[in-house]
């Protein structure tokens, strides 16, 4: 048993040395392995860089990304600015829409009888008006307050308005019986009288349509913003103390003559049109045949 045990053809097997495992791994195996796993390694490397070359690159161009997107940034809010700044419909309706709150909010004048927010009346009309409204109102106890403004946003007309600021600033009847209200917008060259049941009663229907259609539109549309104030409050203070009218200034009608052109004026330009034309063929077909005939008979 012990000879048996001990061959060497059975011994490695149940007893394997160290030695053993040396054989089986040669040097140029050794090597090949070392080559493999440089290569492997060398694979990782260059993978791996290729993966973090983005990200290294990426502080580089994070500089012009941000320059670009605050370069965007800078330029839509000039645009805006300018569009502001320029646009009549922001600019101009911005500051009409404050102006018509402003007027609607501060309530009635209390040293004059004008609210002159468009800023077309003088001085001497303002006094004028003073003069004349004050008088009327120690008289009569009417009391009329006119308003300029340069265009109307927040309602579609100028008698909307006018009878938004009568409710605004007397809200019970009996403030406003005797108030009467004059709006006269001066972009839209139009105005509107509107006031409390006994202004109008007192002024009377015909000659309160008539200021609105001939008076304020009339004069406002040639920019007499001063005649088309004092001649409406004229007209209204004349009718309140019960004299005849005399009346508003007028659209001038400019006749416009026809362009076109009569029956008979046309055919006599068709005689003369035909004439010509026949008088420039004949010398069209005319003239080189006799220079032709002339060239030959030379030869």
Not at 22 to 27: A, D, G, H, I
Not at 31 to 57: D, G, V, Y
Not at 68 to 91: N, R, V
Not at 184 to 212: H, M, N, W, Y
Request: glycine share 6%; hydrophobic share 40%; charged share 20%.
């Amino acid at each position: 048993m012990e000879t048996i045990l001990s061959s060497p053809s059975i011994s490695p097997f149940l007893n394997p040395k160290p030695s053993s495992s040396k054989t089986l791994f040669s040097p140029s195996l050794h090597a090949q392995q070392q080559r493999q796993s440089s290569l492997f390694c060398t694979k990782n490397i260059t993978c791996s860089l290729k993966k973090h070359n983005p990200q290294l690159l990426n502080p580089s161009l994070q500089v012009p990304r941000s320059w670009f997107a605050h370069a965007q940034q800078g330029l839509a809010a000039l645009a805006l600015s300018l569009a502001l700044s320029f646009s009549p419909l922001l600019y101009t309706n911005g500051n009409a829409l404050a102006s018509e709150f402003d007027v609607l909010n501060e309530g009635p004048p209390k040293d004059s009888y004008l609210v002159d927010d468009a800023g077309v009346i003088s001085k001497v009309t303002k006094s004028d008006l003073k003069q004349l409204l004050s008088d009327l109102e120690s008289r009569k106890n009417f009391h009329i307050n006119f308003i300029t403004v340069r265009k109307l946003t927040i309602k579609a007309d100028a008698f909307e308005y006018a009878d938004q600021v009568l409710e605004k600033w007397y809200p019970s009847v009996e403030e406003g019986n005797n108030k009467g209200i004059v709006v006269l917008v001066t972009s839209q060259k139009e105005g509107a009288v509107t006031g409390g049941p006994a202004f109008v009663k007192a002024v009377g229907e015909e000659v309160l349509d008539a200021t609105v259609a001939e008076n304020l539109p009339v004069l406002a549309t040639d920019e007499k913003y001063n005649e088309a104030v004092y001649s409406t409050a004229n007209r209204l203070v004349a009718a309140i103390d019960g004299l005849p009218d005399t009346g508003g200034p007028k659209f001038k009608e400019n006749k416009r003559e026809s362009n076109f052109k009569t029956k008979e004026e046309t055919e006599e330009k068709r005689g003369q049109f035909s004439l010509v034309v026949g008088g420039l063929l004949v010398i069209a077909f005319v003239v080189p045949m006799a220079q032709y005939y002339a060239y030959v008979s030379r030869k």
